[in-house]
């Protein structure tokens, strides 16, 4: 297949997802949930709520804590998209206000940022369960989503009303030099008192961004721009052009935004690609165009913009979710970004954000059917619409594997659909972490990527009991042991996880001790696990779930990791003997892995270099 077709699934590919029959349904705790805004009812399953911090003075209306009423769906549910709080309301979008709302999330070391559309507030979590509020900064223009880097933080800003000077007054003019839309960068070597240093002027603002750092230029960090909404005047930003016949058009690319470590203030646009191109013919527009995938199916954004690109470096990839395509970029030039695939989906209205495993073998793209501001998670809504699609990656192509959607049904005053999730760092296991708005939070396993099964929960009631109110988990993350949690209306929620016969201690803390200095979610970064004995007992764990291992190579192993244990230093006595012994163990799983099958045989091979790590350590 040429490098830039487009591939089209099946409408009638089977739904490959966790689901319950009609009475199993009816007992899942998450159903039947008791309203409210800070009485609300929980429900959780091999999850524990251990913090729960409310927003601050300043992001919520003290007028209507909760936030207003979403207006009346004017149309079918197979016309909804996505929705930004910023232009005029398009014809295939209801508006709904989202001033105060909570966004997305980075961490730095102890610190989480959490965005919102009034600006961004800072964490303390060096002791998760007893969080605390540092800083807010309040700077409105949605949608707020953050990165950092070093002391370098970066927001997306989109709406009309946003300010260079980070007014809250706006701007009524239809022309403005005062408007910003683009990307603001603050200087946050103080974090009780950031800096704006840059304000980086886009023509579509930014919807959301991507932090980009190569190893191949030590002296820049890159930014990749992501602008959905309304293209802005030429007569406001030189070049903005929204025709799109024009060659210039701002339409049918993103930005690529350099910022000079060394001289952050003078960061800047320096290409806007063409990624929906035909390489042939050089006509920008060569995806999905829009209108619906048949008999059946709904209506879909011609692909011009990207809501949400996911880069990983290290193998030179990135997963672009672009409004009507799921697309992979090859970025082994961070300036240049070249389309390598593009797929389309019959079940999907708005193609959202992307995640890879850990092995960059697959991608979780998310539909977000309704644009998150619709209840899409009733019990009549198709379990393929509004879903995640899992991808695998195979010679650099995107095969589809299988859908997941969270399998309790919501109410109509829960808005519900997949939105930003993670990576849950277990070794052995694909693992993600996601945000359902009001659907709450899911634990699912995807290492079969057609049978995705759902681990752990946590979900509360709807806002108010007769309204339909936004809120709910804008993102979902793993950092350092704990997941934490955007909500929109409510605040920021740190969660532990819990043992149960889908996930032991062993592979909890095996994750556990993955510790990062930054996490920004859509800048993914290898994880190697370092060769201790909670990574060595979670590939025994996995193995004895599957019957991948024979009962007694598997008590040996434990023998020989409890000896391990007691080792402390290689001129301990017993050291050559377990060494030796663990040396041994690890040959022997080296051999069963050539005739077991392929998940058995891949832990099979890490525990066995895990064995022969730790047997290295004490020589």
Known sequence: MKSGVVRMLCASTAVLWLTTGGDAQQQDPRVGLKPGLRDAGQASRHMELVASLPKPDGFFDPKM???????????????????????????????????????????????????????????????PKKAQLLASVVCPGGQGDVSVYGHLLFMSVEQTRGRVDCGTQGITDTVSAERFRGVRIFDISDVKKPKQIAAVQTCRGSHTHTLVVTPKDSENVYIYGSGTSTVRSGEELAGCSSDKDDPNTSLFSIDVIQVPLATPQSARVVNRPRIFSDPRTGALSSLWPGGDHGPGTQKT?????????????????????????????????????????????????????????NDGTKVIFTDEWGGGTRPRCRATDPKTWGADAIFDIVDRKLQFGGYFKMPAPQTEQENCVAHNGSIIPVPGRDIMAQAWYQGGVSIFDFTDSAHPVEIAFFDRGPLDPTKLIIGGFWSTYWYNGYI????????????????????????????????????????????????????????????????????????????????????????DKAAPAVNETLTALATDLEKDASTAAANDASRL??????????????Q
Do not use: M
């Open 484 to 571: 934490y949690a955007s909500e929109i209306a409510r605040g920021l929620d740190i969660f532990k996880l819990i043992p149960s016969e889908f996930l032991s201690q062993n592979e909890i803390d095996a994750a556990s001790q993955v510790h990062s200095t930054e996490f920004n979610a859509q800048y993914q970064q290898r994880i190697a696990w370092a060769p201790t004995a909670a990574v060595a007992r979670a590939y025994l764990d996995q193995l004895a779930r599957t019957k991948g291992i024979n009962p007694a190579r598997s008590a040996a192993v434990k023998s020989a990791l409890d000896r391990a244990d007691r080792i402390k230093s290689a001129a």
């Open 301 to 357: 954004s011609l692909t011009d913009r990207c809501h949400d690109i996911t880069v990983f470096p290290e193998i030179g990839l990135a997963a672009g979710a672009c409004s009507g395509n799921g697309i992979l970029l090859d970025i082994s030039d961070p300036v240049h970004p070249a389309r390598l695939d593009a797929v389309a989906d019959p079940n999907f209205a708005f193609w959202h954000s992307a995640t890879f495993n």
């Open 605 to 618: 091979k890490s525990l066995a270099a895990t064995l022969r790590a730790r047997a290295e350590k004490h």
């Open 65 to 127: 804590p909760a936030g207003d009423e979403a207006p009346p769906e004017s149309e079918t549910p197979q016309t909804t998209r996505d929705t930004t709080a910023t232009g005029p309301a398009s014809p295939t979008r209801t508006s709904v206000s989202l001033n105060f709302a909570n966004s997305d999330l980075a961490f730095s070391g102890t610190l989480v940022f959490l965005g919102n559309f009034n600006g961004f507030n800072t964490y303390d979590i060096e002791t």
